[in-house]
């Protein structure tokens, strides 16, 4: 019973923060923290015990695959050079910055403890800072190296964070056993979430019922992450691989109902994943703060402010030089090369907000060594990490719009122009295949020329997203929204005078329902 009243607990804040963000037009991760962190303050608050793993394996499994199933592969491929210097080496770079400088202060941790403290900070969450970039207009290629960084960071930051683990448990470690264990579980966990994704796109294709696709899309990541755990490699790349590989072949195999059903699955699960796992951690700070009692309130802020700066800073070292270092290198190679926009460096260096995976590594970690004894500095360790979060969230989350504004990047229409062409040509398509079915059945042409003003006005002519609006499609669009209401009070008043049955109701209620987010 407390397990379900604190569950109930739990999603009704993180409703209450959601709808909180979205009145004062904040990324939702950002309440979320700090709404745990309040949460953390209150006295006696009842402690949940559960076991640490199994926040990696409910939690991660569907956020990352979601992640990878939304990223482009084409863009992906185009910009695998800065995705890759971010996503390992950036991720390694902090890993060791971090490390040093926890063991700096406090000399007591292990070296292996600080540098699982790194592996857990290292990886950047884009979840806070693509919901600002795109609402701003940022250029499209900053948000998919972002977006490519945060996916294949998790993996590369979860693939040491386990190396460093198994250091500590075992009080051993050897850099040259660790880089070939790094690289062979990499390549086992790639392999297995690519076989698995062709797997599962060859059973798709035979099931032919949404609500059994969506089910068995459910499992792929949590069977890819499994698979992949079971034969010791990596679950998380294997996740990665998997849901890469499906989306690039979703279009082609998924039928509108799935995807409009799955769609709203998917959203709705990462949701409240997000926020059980930023709440659950607050309610979980009172008992580390509890256990932190060797330390005081202004060595424990020291503390974390002395990491946040580290990995902040870090990233600014790591991505300006790193930009520069194909030109530096080779030169004449490169001259024609495009000089990397500093004002876009500077966007990429201080989107460094950490979120969802960060927590749940920080929660995963082992309460206890094999002999028994408990794990060295993971009370601090899970409080550092809160800290670097929500510092950084709070931080740097608020201070990116202005941060853009006053740089003056964004402005590009790149999108726009796409949706306009893709738009025309999908028309042309659509009314080619009108007067060749008429041809064919030897019909009269005007018999579709309703159908063909139809397809003309489907998307009247610039009301693309990002373009200009004219009077007139303002006009027409008040129009459609005020059809669409009278439509549904009109539905409405039949159904409860029971001139209707619910049935009827329910499918009119879905047409208008799509009618109305087309708009």
Not at 122 to 137: E, G, K, M
Not at 465 to 475: I, M, N, Q
Request: net charge neutral.
């Amino acid at each position: 019973m407390l397990l379900l009243e604190l569950v109930l607990m739990l999603m009704i804040c993180a409703a209450a923060l959601s709808w909180l963000a979205r009145q004062f037009k904040l990324p939702y991760p950002i309440a979320l923290v700090v709404g745990g962190a309040l949460l953390g303050l209150i006295p006696n608050l009842p402690q949940f015990p559960f076991d640490p793993q199994l926040i990696l394996v409910i939690v991660l499994p569907p956020v990352l695959y979601q992640a990878a199933l939304l990223t482009s592969w084409t863009d992906f491929k185009t910009h695998i050079r800065p995705i890759s210097l971010l996503a390992i080496g950036l991720v390694i770079a902090t890993t060791l910055a971090v490390g040093f400088a926890l063991k700096f202060m406090v000399p007591s941790v292990p070296w292996a403890a600080a540098f699982v403290l790194g592996a857990i900070v290292s990886p950047p969450d884009a979840v806070a800072a693509t919901s600002i970039l795109s609402r701003l207009n940022i250029p499209r290629h900053v948000v998919t190296i972002l977006e490519g960084e945060s996916l294949v960071n998790d993996a590369s930051g979860l693939v040491i964070y386990k190396l460093a683990i198994a250091a500590v448990l075992t009080g051993a470690f050897s850099l040259a056993e660790a880089s070939a264990q790094f690289a062979l579980v990499s390549a086992g966990g790639l392999v297995i979430g690519t076989v698995l994704a062709f797997v599962y796109i060859a059973i798709h294709r035979r099931l032919h019922d949404p609500f059994i696709e969506v089910i068995a899309v459910l499992t792929i990541p949590y069977t890819a992450y499994i698979a992949a755990e079971s034969l010791h490699v990596s679950g998380v790349l294997s996740i990665v691989a998997a849901g890469l590989v499906r989306g690039r072949h979703a279009p082609a195999i998924v039928s509108a109902e799935m995807r409009i059903m799955a769609r709203s699955v998917w959203n709705v699960l990462v949701f409240i994943l997000n926020s059980l796992i930023f709440i659950l951690i607050g309610v979980q700070m009172s008992g580390v703060m509890d256990k932190l009692n060797p330390y005081s309130l202004s060595e424990l802020f020291m503390l974390g402010s002395v990491i946040t700066l580290v990995a902040v800073a870090v990233r600014f070292v790591w991505v300006f030089p790193v930009a520069y270092l194909p030109r530096w290198l080779s030169g004449s190679l490169h001259e024609q090369a495009p000089k990397p926009r500093n004002r876009e460096l500077a966007i990429i260096s201080w989107c460094g907000m950490r979120g969802i995976v960060s927590l749940a590594a920080a929660l995963a970690l082992p309460a206890a060594l094999p002999n028994g004894e408990p794990f060295p500095a993971r009370d601090l360790i899970i409080f550092i990490t809160f800290f670097v979060i929500a510092a950084s969230l709070v931080g740097q989350g608020l201070t990116l719009t202005p941060l853009i504004r006053k740089l003056k990047v964004g402005a590009d229409w790149s999108t726009a122009e796409e949706q306009q062409r893709v738009h025309a040509a999908m028309r042309a398509a659509a009314i080619a295949a009108v007067d060749a079915h008429l041809a064919q059945a030897k019909a009269p042409p005007e018999w579709a020329n309703e159908l063909r003003m139809e397809i003309a006005n489907r998307v009247a002519p610039g009301v693309a997203e990002g373009a200009e609006h004219t009077p007139k499609d303002a006009l027409l669009w008040q129009l459609r929204c005020a059809t669409i209401k009278a439509e549904r009070k009109e539905l409405i008043r039949l159904w409860r005078g029971n001139e209707i049955s619910d049935e009827v109701m329910r499918h009119q209620e879905e047409v208008l329902d799509y009618r109305e987010a087309q708009l």
